[in-house]
């Protein structure tokens, strides 16, 4: 069976982490088919919402420490073997791979023009929390546990990281939780703003489905702008994001999602959105 699972709810596409044996580490297959998911849901005009799990009982423990162990041996032989000049080559190979696997996976969850909900219903661990933190929205089970644990295996972190968590809950308490390792419950996470909201484990599912399903009714092409202007708010001054804004807005105002809602409203009725 795939490493990662993509089914489609409607109009909500369901990606599972699918590696329950290893506490769906990043080991495997599962990276490449991860990126192959979000790119087929992100292409797809009928997913309107992407919802992300892990199978069993953990969202993504993180990275495949035996493939640390793997890659650590190659470049101990390439030096014995063949000098500094092959640990440079593998160094700038690998480097490579994993920019490449950054926006394969936690750029393009960033920038998708569509929702993308984590449902973590465990342990998100080291670049599983990267990953989750790189969503739009987290939704966490009453289970689920956070932690950048990047400092136990002596590496900086992944997968945007530092990049997310720092803007939802500042600098201080991200450095904290990198330079510590600390393991913080769900509880925790929603009171440092990590996750949206907190659910008992057995409803987590169903919850938050019915919250995809939701989200994919709504005005997707608007949520797309919206992103946009979440993402250039990150970075850029006031006077820039404005200005965005009112381009946004007013394009936005010609789509037949705009005209059919505010039809809808005066004829006293729900819209009926398309995305369009």
């Known amino acids: 069976m795939s490493d990662v699972l993509l089914e489609r709810r409607d109009a909500v596409a369901l990606v599972t982490l699918n590696r329950p044996e290893t506490l769906n580490a990043m080991g495997g297959e599962l990276v490449p088919r991860l990126a192959e998911a979000l790119a087929e849901a992100e292409a797809d005009p009928a997913v309107r919402c992407v919802a992300i799990t892990g199978a069993g009982r953990a969202f993504c423990a993180g990275g495949d420490i035996r493939g640390m162990q793997e890659r650590n041996e190659r470049m101990a032989a390439a030096a014995a073997a063949e000098g500094p000049g092959a640990v440079v080559a593998e160094l700038d190979r690998s480097a490579a791979e994993l920019r490449d696997r950054h926006r394969a996976i936690t750029l393009r969850i960033h920038t998708m023009p569509k929702p993308v909900v984590a449902l973590v219903n465990g342990p998100a661990v080291g670049a599983g929390f990267s990953i989750a933190l790189a969503c739009d929205i987290r939704l966490a089970s009453d289970r689920a546990r956070f932690g950048a644990a990047f400092r136990n295996v002596g590496l900086p972190g992944d997968f945007g990281g530092t990049y997310f968590l720092s803007r939802l809950c500042g600098p201080g308490i991200a450095r904290e939780l990198y330079f510590t390792a600390e393991i913080i419950d769900a509880a925790r996470a929603l009171e440092l703003r990590i996750v949206n909201r907190v659910i008992p484990h057995d409803e987590l599912f169903a919850h938050g489905?019915?919250?995809?399903?939701?989200?994919?009714?709504?005005?997707?092409?608007a949520y797309a702008r919206m992103k946009e202007n979440f993402a250039l708010a990150e970075t850029a001054p006031l006077d820039r994001v404005l200005d965005q804004e009112a381009l946004s807005q007013r394009l936005a105002g010609f789509s037949f999602d705009s005209r059919e809602a505010v039809a809808a409203f005066l004829e006293k009725r729900e819209p009926r959105f398309t995305g369009r």
């Open 209 to 221: 489905l019915e919250f995809c399903q939701r989200l994919a009714a709504g005005p997707t092409a």
